[in-house]
Nanobody
């Protein structure tokens, strides 16, 4: 089982920045896909960004140009740098991982991000 622990959430004013980190319990060299999701109050959980071990990246249209996902294979982390934050970015952010296409999906416990007007 892959265990994931998120950190870096907090309260920030609109236009500010935050950096989220997700620490995995095993080498992410063996994890093909790592992703960030978020869930705002009253809304469904949505994909924010994901990155494969090969370096491919996908971003939600709402965060393109503002968020950057990255992987550190030495520290076994996946990070999400968030800039130009908007109140609409408020929500609980979750880390997600999958070793291979045949493996289970794993989730962290989430970290709260609140952006004030």
């Amino acid at each position: 089982q892959v265990q994931l622990v998120e950190s870096g959430g907090g309260l920030v004013q609109a236009g500010g920045s935050l950096r989220l980190s997700c620490l995995a319990s095993e080498s992410i060299f063996n994890i093909n896909l790592m992703a960030w999701y978020r869930q705002a109050p009253g809304k469904q959980r949505e994909l924010v960004a994901y990155m494969t071990s090969g370096g491919s990246k996908i971003y939600a249209d709402s965060v393109k140009g503002r968020f950057t996902i990255s992987r550190d294979n030495v520290k076994n982390t996946v990070n999400l740098q968030m800039s130009s934050l908007k109140p609409e970015d408020t929500g609980v952010y979750y880390c997600n991982a999958r070793r291979t296409i045949s493996d289970l999906l794993y989730w962290g416990q989430g970290t709260q991000v609140t952006v004030s007007s």
